[in-house]
């Protein structure tokens, strides 16, 4: 029996759609990750003014977050206080071992004691002055977590910073690809919504598995594995922490 002309035509386009699609490279898929900055109180204390917003950008520097100081300050006035009377106790001692009144163990340690107190002064005012802290990095505000009013302790995040050079891409190959990309490689990013030319650099390989079958032995279960891949993006600024994105392979090295 005979099969239309018309039927063969369609069974081979057919045919060739499906192999189209087989060869097409349907990219790798991954998301846009973030190393935050956290930045808090080095002491507990009430949170007094917040400079900045969620989503502002702030230079090195720039004044985040402010909290109360009144206890760092009366520190700051009594070692001072106490810093003035072991200087008078040190010109008494210097004074007496000139008449040979006094003995040298008195003025070494009257000096030492007016040393150690100078530290401690030293000590309370940079105390003081971190009450004020500034941005440690060029970035943007994530997340605010505490308000003025607002209890914080001590090493808990007032604010959450983004530095553009902490954006990352975190995908994963196959093994069998694996040979196949290396440090520093060129890879493209496609997003939706994003710009059509975003490349990223690869900057870490994992050296292990992030997925084991239970059977690894043959060739169809060793394609199961695949190995995580981060990248560093050429332009951070178009991309938001949490999109997903697919990653082709490009075999091309990034420009330092």
């Not at 507990?44 to 977050?65: H, I, M, Q, W, Y």
């Not at 496609?190 to 650099?201: E, I, Q, S």
């Amino acid at each position: 029996m005979s099969v239309p002309r018309s039927a063969a035509v369609i069974a081979v386009a057919a045919l060739a759609l499906v192999g189209c699609n087989g060869a097409a490279d349907p990219g790798l898929q991954g998301w846009v990750e973030a190393e935050m900055l956290f930045v808090g109180p080095d002491d507990p204390g009430r949170v007094e003014t917040l400079s900045v917003r969620e989503g502002d950008k702030v230079e090195v520097g720039a004044p985040l977050f402010a909290v109360d100081d009144e206890l760092q300050q009366a520190d700051v006035a009594q070692i001072t206080a106490t810093l003035a009377n072991m200087q008078r106790t040190l010109e008494r001692a210097r004074d007496l071992l000139k008449t040979n009144a006094g003995t040298q163990k008195a003025y070494d340690d009257a000096v030492q004691a007016q040393r150690e107190t100078e530290a401690r002064l030293n000590s309370a005012k940079t105390r003081l002055a971190r009450r004020r802290v500034p941005s440690p990095a060029t970035g943007t505000i994530q997340q605010i977590y505490f308000r003025p009013g607002e209890m914080v302790a001590a090493g808990r995040p007032v604010v959450a910073l983004l530095p553009p050079g902490n954006v990352k891409i975190r995908f994963f190959v196959p093994e069998t690809a694996l040979p196949t990309i290396a440090l520093n490689d060129s890879v493209a990013v496609h997003c939706d919504g994003c710009a059509p030319d975003l490349t990223a650099k690869v900057s870490f390989i994992s050296r292990s598995v992030e997925y084991t079958p239970p059977v690894i032995y043959s060739l169809d279960e060793r394609s199961k594995l695949v190995f995580m891949i981060e990248a560093r993006p050429q332009r951070p600024d178009n991309l938001r922490v949490g999109q997903p994105v697919t990653v082709r392979l490009t075999g091309q090295k990034a420009a330092p």
